[in-house]
């Protein structure tokens, strides 16, 4: 198959690569480098390399393929490159050249082959609202709980569900398949992507949506970021953290821990929701926050974004140690991402009286008065 860098797109390319002064900024914050220490899992190599493969002067072999998906598009190197360059989408480029060309890593096809077959990355046969017992109906408000939460993290969605319960918002599940943030990490093909926002948006918008709540921050930033690309967004979106702290929660004292905040990255570096997620948990009676040396988009990745954790969990769980040795001083991490809450809790249980990691509304539902 012939290549998909059309000439708009390798002149990107070489423009990126011209742009980039190696200066190795992007070496302090890159968390699959600090994981794996070759130049090749840096944002820099990365650009090297998708340039090579784009001009032909580089074949995809299998060390160049973990070396462009062991990045956990965290975008800290963004944040970090003085010359601007948009590293991330040079990388996802890449990726959707190389899955094009017939190289997709395994557990990478599987999940993407279980969204088209059963409309989620894990293969199960139950819908989202037949998983979680919701029946769609007209309502101002609506819940995206997401893949992840529905099938993986349940107590996620069942934290959501049971906080709008209780504050009795007026609110409806939605007939949902998978947002596709999982296709488009990995490079599946854009078609199949334009499908399922296409059914999403559809089925929010027939019933009468006005704002649309979530709490996975891979799925938030798809409808924030993603969807406006390629179609209408007819209703607001918040993450559920943006629309509790609007609301004056009536919550139990939590006393005697110590509790931080992890930053996902999604939410964070890439949408800038920062100061939703703090001044939710500021409202619990008695708290004792404190922050990570490194907070805000300035927080160290997990681990588990980009499909990395799927292809290569030990570099996944590499990542999480570093950033729970971070909050050494901590009894529980909060984050408010399924992923996250997965992989910094996977990590944290191998630990010797390691910190709780939570979702802020699992915490929330077990404190709500």
């Known amino acids: 198959m012939a290549s998909t860098f059309t000439p708009e797109k390798i002149e990107q390319v070489r423009q990126a690569l011209t742009t980039c002064t190696m200066c190795g900024f992007c070496k302090s914050v890159c968390p699959s480098f600090k994981a794996i220490n070759w130049d090749t899992d840096l944002s820099r190599g990365r650009i090297v390399m998708t340039?090579?493969?784009?001009?032909?002067?580089?074949?995809?072999?299998?060390?160049?393929?973990?070396?462009?998906?062991?990045?956990?598009?965290?975008?800290?190197?963004?944040r970090r490159c003085t010359s601007k360059v948009k590293i991330v989408d040079i990388i996802e480029m890449c990726r959707s050249d190389l899955v094009a060309n017939g190289h997709i890593l395994p557990k990478h096809k599987a999940m993407c082959e279980g969204i088209m077959a059963n409309n989620n990355p894990f293969g199960e046969?139950?819908?989202?609202?037949?998983?979680?017992?919701?029946k769609p109906h007209k309502a101002e408000v609506a819940y995206f709980a997401g893949c992840t939460a529905t099938y993986r993290a349940t107590k996620t969605a069942k934290g959501v569900i049971s906080i709008l319960d209780r504050l009795k918002v007026d609110w409806t599940g939605v007939d949902e398949v998978c947002c596709g943030s999982v296709m488009g990490r990995v490079g599946w093909n854009e078609e199949d992507q334009l499908s399922l926002m296409k059914r999403n948006v559809d089925a929010i918008a027939s019933l009468g949506v006005k704002t649309l709540v979530l709490s996975c921050a891979g799925c938030y930033r798809m409808f924030k970021v993603e969807y406006p690309?390629?179609?209408?967004?007819?209703?607001?979106?918040?993450?559920?953290?943006e629309f509790l702290a609007k609301q004056k929660l009536p919550l139990k004292p939590l006393t005697g821990v110590t509790v931080t905040y992890h930053d996902p990255c999604h939410l964070?570096?890439?949408?800038?929701?920062?100061?939703?997620?703090?001044?939710?948990?500021?409202?619990?009676?008695?708290?004792?926050?404190?922050?990570?040396?490194?907070?805000?988009?300035?927080?160290?990745?997990?681990?588990?974004?980009?499909?990395v954790r799927a292809a290569f969990p030990e570099v996944a769980g590499q990542i999480a140690d570093t950033r729970i040795a971070e909050a050494d001083f901590a009894d529980i991490i909060i984050t408010t991402c399924p992923f996250c809450v997965t992989n910094l809790g996977a990590q944290a249980a191998l630990v010797k009286d390691g910190p709780r990691v939570v979702d802020l509304v699992e915490l929330i539902e077990e404190h709500l008065c």
Do not use: W
């Open 51 to 78: 340039y090579g493969l784009a001009t032909g002067q580089l074949e995809p072999d299998e060390s160049v393929i973990k070396s462009m998906y062991t990045c956990t598009t965290c975008a800290d190197c963004v």
């Open 268 to 307: 964070g570096r890439h949408c800038g929701v920062y100061d939703a997620p703090r001044e939710v948990i500021r409202q619990f009676p008695g708290v004792d926050f404190k922050e990570m040396q490194y907070n805000r988009q300035f927080s160290h990745c997990c681990g588990g974004g980009g499909g």
């Open 229 to 241: 690309k390629h179609v209408e967004v007819p209703f607001e979106v918040l993450h559920i953290t």
């Open 125 to 134: 046969k139950k819908s989202v609202v037949e998983t979680l017992g919701l």
